[in-house]
């Protein structure tokens, strides 16, 4: 995901022109999921979701846009590339932001969280065994 995001940022960076300043924050998740109902399982499947906050800035205005990804770099690259054209546009009639303070230092930082649970699969079947003769419903 990390290398996803850097090279979506040196697309955005490439665009810039002039005076603008270009924020990208992106969160993804990786994660599997299991639905239980009636003590069934009812669904197993995996959520793979990425999104990127767009924000440009000139002078004292600022817009901002959030754009889910596809996971398909070409794709995403020509989605963000249309965003910024965008913002480009409709800032000139943005109103300036009186209070406006812009950072002087350029920096970056990340969060990463993985964990170490067992797999749905494991997990979801203790759960059923453990459940035997009641209506369990829920979501792992």
């Not at 009636?38 to 793979?48: E, F």
Request: proline share 3%; glycine share 8%.
């Amino acid at each position: 995901m990390k290398d996803y995001f850097f090279s979506l940022a040196n697309t955005g960076t490439g665009l810039v022109r002039g005076d603008e300043f270009l924020l990208l924050s992106y969160q993804g998740e990786i994660s599997d999921f299991c639905r239980l109902n009636q003590s069934k399982i009812r669904q197993i499947g995996k959520v793979n979701h990425q999104r990127l906050e767009i924000r440009l800035e000139q002078q004292s205005r600022h817009a901002s846009f959030e754009l889910t990804l596809s996971g398909v770099l070409s794709e995403d690259e020509y989605r963000l590339k249309k965003v910024i054209h965008s913002l480009r546009e409709i800032l000139p009639f943005v109103p300036v932001d009186p209070y406006f303070i812009r950072g002087g230092e350029v920096s970056s930082s990340d969060a990463i969280q993985q964990s170490q649970i067992p797999s749905v699969e494991e997990t979801s079947q203790s759960l059923l065994e453990a459940a035997k003769g009641t209506d369990l419903v829920g979501f792992l």
